[in-house]
Nanobody, 126 residues
C-alpha cells in the first residue's frame, strides 16, 4: 500500500502561482501513475491532471491546460503540480491520487484510484 501526503497549498492572489507536492511512502513510487483532483465546496471532485510513472506522459483538464504542469521526481518519491496564472475558480481542496501503472480504465475518473492523500486547500483571491 502506498501512502500519499500533499503539501504546498495556501492563499494566493489571482494571477499568482503555487506548487503542490505529493510525497509517497510505503511502496515503490515508480509502480504508480499519479492523478491530481480538486473539490470545491458543493461540487463533485474533478480531474485536474495526470502523470505516468516515468513522467513521460501528462494530461490536463481543459480548464487548467497551459496553466498547470504535472511533474515528478522519482528519486524523491514526490509528484508536483505547478499551478500558474491562478484564478478564483481554481479555489478548492486539491488531492493527489495513485493507481498502479498497468491499471486499465480511465485515469480522469476518481473512482479509478486506490490511494489518496488527505488534500490541501488552495484559495485564490480576486
Amino acid at each position: 500500500q502506498v501512502q500519499l501526503e500533499e503539501s504546498g497549498g495556501g492563499l494566493v492572489q489571482a494571477g499568482g502561482s503555487l506548487r503542490l507536492s505529493c510525497t509517497a511512502s510505503g511502496r515503490t513510487f515508480t509502480n504508480y501513475n499519479v492523478g491530481w483532483f480538486r473539490q470545491a465546496p458543493g461540487k463533485e471532485r474533478e480531474f485536474v491532471g495526470y502523470i505516468t510513472w516515468s513522467g513521460g506522459v501528462t494530461d490536463y483538464a481543459p480548464s487548467v491546460n497551459f496553466r498547470f504542469t504535472a511533474s515528478r521526481d522519482n528519486a524523491k518519491n514526490t509528484a508536483y503540480l505547478q499551478m500558474d496564472i491562478l484564478k478564483p475558480e481554481d479555489t478548492a481542496v486539491y488531492y493527489c491520487a495513485a493507481r498502479l501503472y498497468n491499471s486499465g480504465g480511465s485515469y480522469y475518473l476518481a473512482n479509478e484510484y486506490d490511494h489518496w492523500g488527505q488534500g490541501t486547500q488552495v484559495t485564490v483571491s480576486s
